[in-house]
């Protein structure tokens, strides 16, 4: 064990009063927060293709919201350990108001690589949004984890709607710069999510003069928790390589901008809306049969769209694609949750997140480059590799334990 300090968090800390609090405060924080992964995902590519010397270069800040996302796990959970989780919180909060400052601020200047530098921002805001989930798990008894990283997980809905509406009500507000006042507003919106988030009651960390509990490696090691990473990253990583691919695919394919964005609007309430019964279903029947019931959809999301390459294959395969990615993502969420102690929480959180994340990346680079040299039946059947290989662990450690 080293000398550092650790942050130990009981469920005597907290009152039933806040426990209430703080699930709905991070949910409402989740709905807010959530806004500024679709604000960037939904003008990433145009804004960049209007700055960008290349065209080439068009998605590099998308790339780079996966690759801040990635980056800034650890520090996060470094941040998390030392100050808290709330302190985490404000700093995630600084990063999203930051990146729409800078954003607004490389419309005006007309220059690409300060957008660059916004949409890292971004995805350093996104990896702290992430940590919802569980922090909404402290001081709770195990039984009733599921259900409140579930909720928690819902406020999604409610970014998908917020972050699209976003776009259109404000992109031209500021007719001579388009987006900027997007930009603006998502600066706002990110502040009013710190001031929810600032009344989440998170103790002050004990200090003590060892870490406590086991090496990282005895925990990484556990047949149930590299199942549960191998899980969440498939399906995060599948999720983000068909979803991206999707819209360029049916434009491919001579179907309307309509009908792609229609279909991803669908895609991201099939992703959230389960949460509100995804935890209850963890309770009754587990968590890594909730897992594997998502990696079936995703499989079955891209079977269906082998079949076809009409408006209503792509629309299935959005809406099945979204719901398997709530069950597989929540399930492999769930069970790294019974993998720590309390005292470990931080580094494995932020290892699995961290992993997810990386792999995350992968796909986003790869899922592009595939459709347009092999086609979208070879992105899908791509997707199968790591589908298997999630349902081969799963067993395995069940088997085990």
């Keep these: 064990m080293d000398n550092q300090t650790d942050l130990i968090v009981e469920a005597s800390e907290y009152t039933e009063s806040q426990n209430r609090s703080n699930i709905w405060r991070l949910t409402l924080a989740q709905a807010l927060s959530g806004a500024n992964a679709v604000v960037v995902y939904a003008t990433g590519a145009i804004v960049g293709n209007m700055l960008a010397p290349s065209a080439m270069l068009a998605t590099l800040p998308i790339s780079i919201f996966v690759v801040g996302m990635a980056l800034c796990v650890f520090p996060v959970g470094e941040i998390a350990f030392r100050y808290g989780r709330r302190a985490a919180f404000l700093v995630g909060s600084a ?13 005006f200047t007309q220059w690409f690589w300060l957008f660059c530098l916004s ?18 798990t402290d001081g709770l008894p195990a ?12 406020g999604g809905i409610v970014a998908g709607i917020i972050g699209p509406q976003l776009v259109t009500q404000t992109m031209h507000l500021w007719p001579q710069k388009m987006f900027a006042a997007t930009f603006l507003a998502q600066a706002i919106v990110a502040l009013l999510a710190g001031i929810v988030l600032f009344g989440v009651h998170s103790p002050a960390p004990k200090r003590q003069t060892e870490r406590g509990g086991r090496a990282l490696a005895d925990i990484v090691l556990q047949p149930r928790f590299i199942s ?5 990253a498939a399906s995060y990583m599948i999720m983000n390589f068909l979803m991206t691919a999707a819209p360029l695919a049916m434009h491919m394919h001579g179907h309307s901008q309509e009908s792609s964005n229609l279909g991803i609007q669908w895609h991201v309430i099939a992703m959230y809306a389960p949460s509100f019964f995804t935890g209850k279903l963890i309770a009754r029947f587990g968590a890594a049969k909730i897992s594997a019931l998502g990696i079936f959809l995703t499989g079955l999301s891209a079977v ?9 294959h792509f629309w299935s395969l959005l809406i099945l694609l979204g719901l398997g990615w709530n069950f597989g993502f929540l399930g492999a969420s769930a069970l790294v949750l019974e993998c720590h102690e309390a005292k470990e929480k931080n580094r494995v959180q932020s290892l ?35 589908l298997v290989l999630a349902t081969i662990t799963l067993g395995s450690a069940r088997k085990r334990s």
């Design 352 to 386: 699995n997140d961290f992993i997810i994340f990386g792999l995350m990346a992968i796909g986003s680079f790869s899922s592009g480059g595939i459709l347009s040299f092999y086609g979208w039946h070879t992105v899908l059947l791509v997707s199968f590799v790591p």
């Design 119 to 136: 949409t890292f921002f971004g995805g350093a805001y996104a990896a702290v949004v992430l940590s919802f989930r569980f922090a909404a």
């Design 143 to 154: 039984n009733k984890r599921p259900q409140a990283l579930s909720l928690v997980m819902a």
């Design 304 to 312: 269906i769209g082998l079949m076809g390459e009409e408006v209503v």
């Design 228 to 232: 549960a990473v191998i899980c969440g």
């Design 95 to 107: 990063a999203g108001v930051i990146t729409g400052l800078l954003a607004m601020a490389a419309l």
